[in-house]
Antibody, heavy 120, light 109 residues
Framework: QLQLQESGPGLVKPSETLSLTCTVS??????????WGWIRQPPGKGLEWIGS???????YYNPSLKSRVTISVDTSKNQFSLKLSSVTAADTAVYYC????????????WGKGTTVTVSS | EIVLTQSPGTLSLSPGERATLSCRAS???????LAWYQQKPGQAPRLLIY???SRATGIPDRFSGSGSGTDFTLTISRLEPEDFAVYYC??????????FGQGTKLEIK
């Protein structure tokens, strides 16, 4: 059974870089046609797609965050990572990693989420 | 940029009743690329419907999706206590590649 697990610091200072990793278990991140992505949810608010990556390294980002986001993949560790630079309090959220299925492009497997607070 | 608007914001119903949730897009969305998710407090979203009308694995048949173009609907035919949650629609295709609606909270009346 495929599982995703987010990890990383729960507290980040303003202007610094948020770094999270998603570890994939029970399956290979190199599976053909699947993209791997990050979605966030500010407290009490809705979901926002951040970006997605293919195991080859091909990426797509939300234009609203593109200038601050880098998503990378490490197939040897079955992991992919998120870096969000110059964070502010507005970046405080639960961050989820998820797998995007091919053909219909829905998110079919999600991690449990990790809370990141931006505060000095 | 495409915007998905869900209505109502909050829906108050009783177990056993029928729930109808709406998702309206600011521009046409391919039916293949419209999905619905359920989220309970403290949990990650769970896929319910993909391709506008196909139920995901393990989803009870009281959940159904319909619609095309700019108007999509999630229907729960007979509410069970575990169905009270927040529901999100999501599209793929228009910039940004993935967009979520703001959610509809389904609460017990």
């Amino acid at each position: 059974q495929l599982q995703l697990q987010e990890s990383g610091p729960g507290l980040v200072k303003p202007s610094e870089t948020l770094s999270l990793t998603c570890t994939v278990s029970g399956g290979s991140i190199s599976s053909s046609s699947y993209y791997w992505g990050w979605i966030r949810q500010p407290p009490g608010k809705g979901l926002e797609w951040i970006g997605s990556i293919y195991y080859s390294g091909s990426t797509y980002y939300n234009p609203s965050l593109k200038s601050r986001v880098t998503i990378s993949v490490d197939t040897s560790k079955n992991q992919f990572s998120l870096k969000l630079s110059s964070v502010t309090a507005a970046d405080t959220a639960v961050y989820y990693c998820a797998r995007r299925a091919p053909i219909y492009f829905y998110m079919d497997v999600w991690g449990k989420g990790t809370t990141v607070t931006v505060s000095s | 940029e495409i915007v998905l608007t869900q209505s109502p914001g909050t829906l108050s119903l009783s177990p056993g009743e029928r729930a109808t949730l709406s998702c309206r897009a600011s521009q046409s969305v391919s039916s293949s690329y419209l999905a619905w998710y359920q989220q309970k407090p403290g949990q990650a979203p769970r896929l319910l419907i993909y391709g506008a009308s196909s139920r995901a694995t393990g989803i009870p048949d009281r959940f159904s999706g319909s619609g095309s173009g700019t108007d999509f609907t999630l229907t729960i035919s007979r509410l069970e206590p575990e169905d009270f949650a927040v529901y999100y629609c999501q599209q793929y295709g228009s910039s940004p590649l993935h967009t979520f609606g703001q959610g509809t909270k389904l609460e017990i009346k």
